[in-house]
């Protein structure tokens, strides 16, 4: 009798051990399909490999029945069958039939606040834009973020003291339906309360000059999150945290604190760049950001390639914003040597300049600079020299960072020069450069470009060789040469007195760091517009990088009659 049991207590043992090798290692669904079908999947991936058990059989039942109320069937029937693949008899598919039943549908929604946010339209208003509709299949997902953006809406706006007395969501199963009860006191708005700085800064002038709202007015955390980014542009911080200290609100007011750390009293920054216009180029940047006691602070670049190589020293005296309310005095030498257009010049220049910001969000820069310039221009050799007083507007606007997907940008620009104040000649310099970038769909993106400039003067052969037209290279008209389109006169060409340039880009996007890109650029150099357009063509390919795109092009000279090609090279977003 003994003996019997030892051996019938291996055969259960090892009968179980056979069992408990049964893994599941596939799953098929029938009955359902859609988000119903993924909201299923996403439990059953997570029972591959798990024990063929009738515990996990009764387990996953009532997970699926809960994955499918949560998408609003509360009445679903679910068959769950293993089935064994193979010979083996170790590996197991788990087969699951459903009937997913009557849909649940949103019969009532109550919502309620209490308090002072009753009556605040930019609260109020946020129950208008929630995702559940009287009506609709109850989704608990959406229910749960309909909660999460009333709680977001009471923080921007600052309910600091808001509680939920109800968050209810009732299923009736008889009526098949859903009811949704939102009842929130909301307490008091909080204002905007005393800026506290953080001590040993000498930038306290400026953190307070840049805040966009005063004490005493209606919290909002966006225009803190502003007031953030506003610091954090200054040339003073290397790290910048703004925040209401909710800690410490009392009277309903909320203190707004703003910790800084300074920037080394000497920075540097070495870097580098390469187009085929301009061949690699390299730069040294020197900054100290912080001189005397009001703010001052200076730069200096040194920027070098084979064809251009340039020093240019600026020191920025601050007003009240020290982004956009200063006065710039800059100093620097420029040396040029471009081959294709057989020109050649060395230029200094000195400027002051007055800039500011306006209501419009234009950045709007008066000037006044003087330049003295040597070159040689095919055969003209000549020294001139301009005292250049003007203005220019500027406005970019972009979404995406290095990679922008949105963008627009505006310059208009004029200067003046005349004979009888230091100048070599009378002349009218305007010009106008615009660009949109948009996107449609996430994978295709859209770029324009637009350039125009006129120079109005008796002789344009009296004007410095830097201050004219050329067309032609990587940001201008692909598939030509850098400065290579100009009217030619006697065989040379002289640079222009007027400049049309345009493009029109299409981007594809095929892979998360990847695009393709059609493009035809064309315009002209001129003095007359007597000369053909010029037309350039082609197709490209984009690394979008943290740098920004790297953007590789191949393009054609369309209106050459050899139609040449040229492959050009650029680093950097296209706004």
């Known amino acids: 009798m003994l003996r019997f049991s030892y051996y019938f207590f291996l055969f259960v043992l090892c009968a179980s051990a056979q069992a408990v090798e049964k893994k599941v290692t596939e799953f098929k669904v029938f009955g359902i399909e859609g988000a119903l079908l993924e909201n299923v999947s996403f439990y059953l991936e997570k029972v591959k490999n798990e024990s063929a058990t009738v515990q996990l059989k009764h387990h996953s039942i009532e997970q699926i029945q809960i994955s499918l109320e949560a998408l609003g069937y509360y009445k679903s029937q679910v068959q769950l069958l293993f089935e064994q693949i193979g010979d083996s008899g170790n590996a197991v598919l788990m087969s699951i039939t459903i009937e997913k039943g009557p849909e649940t549908r949103i019969a009532k929604l109550d919502y309620l606040f209490e308090g002072e946010g009753n009556k605040d339209q930019n609260l109020t208003g946020i129950l208008n834009t929630l995702p559940l509709n009287q009506g609709e299949v109850i989704n608990h997902g959406l229910y749960e973020k309909s909660k999460s953006i009333i709680d977001s809406q009471l923080l921007e706006l600052g309910y600091f003291d808001a509680k939920w007395k109800v968050n209810q969501l009732a299923i009736s199963l008889k009526e098949n339906s859903a009811f949704v009860k939102f009842q929130i ?44 980014l506003d610091l954090a542009s200054t040339p003073y911080f290397k790290s910048v945290r703004v925040y209401a200290d909710i800690e410490q609100r009392e009277n309903k ?18 870097g580098g760049g390469f187009s085929t216009d301009t061949k690699l180029k390299g730069r040294f940047k020197w900054t100290k950001p912080w001189v005397g006691s009001d703010g001052h602070y200076f730069e200096n670049n040194i920027v070098a390639s084979k064809i251009e190589q340039e020093f240019l020293f600026s020191y920025t005296i601050p007003v009240d914003d020290p982004i ?44 006044i600079k003087h330049e003295r310039e040597d070159f040689e221009l095919a055969s003209q050799k000549d020294t001139t020299e301009m005292l250049l007083p003007g203005i220019s507007y500027a406005r970019k606007r972009s979404r995406g960072g290095t990679t922008p997907y949105w963008g627009d940008q505006l310059l208009v620009s004029s200067e003046i020069g005349l004979e009888d104040v230091l100048s070599s000649t009378d002349l009218l310099k305007v010009q106008f450069q615009t660009a949109l970038l948009r996107t449609y769909k996430n994978n295709h993106l859209f770029y324009a470009r637009a350039t125009l400039g006129a120079i109005w003067v008796e002789d344009i052969v009296n004007v410095p060789a830097s ?14 040469a850098y400065e290579s389109i100009s009217p030619i006169e006697n065989g040379e060409k002289l640079g222009g007195r007027y400049l049309a340039t345009g493009t029109l880009e299409y981007n594809y996007q095929f892979a998360p760091s990847w695009r393709v890109a ?18 350039g063509a082609g197709f490209g390919l984009r690394w979008l990088t943290p740098v920004g795109p790297i953007r590789v092009d191949h393009a054609w000279a369309m209106t050459r009659e050899n139609k040449t090609t040229r492959l050009s090279i650029t680093i950097g977003p296209e706004i």
């Open 253 to 270: 007011q909320v203190p707004i604190r703003v910790d800084v750390l300074h920037k080394p009293a000497n920075s540097y920054d070495v």
């Open 467 to 480: 201050m004219r037209f050329f067309a032609g290279g990587d940001q201008s008209i692909r598939g030509f």
């Open 324 to 367: 956009d309310d200063v006065w710039r005095y800059a100093f620097g030498y420029k040396r040029e040597s471009n081959d294709e257009a057989k020109k050649y010049s060395r230029k200094i220049t000195t400027q002051l300049q007055r800039q500011w910001l306006t209501e419009s969000h234009w950045v709007r820069t008066a000037f």
């Open 185 to 228: 006191s909301t307490g008091v708005r909080y204002h905007y309360g005393p800026i506290v700085i953080a001590p040993h800064t000498p930038a306290a002038k400026y953190i307070r000059s840049l805040a966009r709202f005063k004490t005493g007015e209606n919290y909002q955390a966006s225009t803190i999150s502003e007031y953030n």
């Open 518 to 535: 059609l493009f035809v650029d064309g315009g002209t150099a001129t003095n007359d517009f007597s000369e053909d357009i010029e037309i």
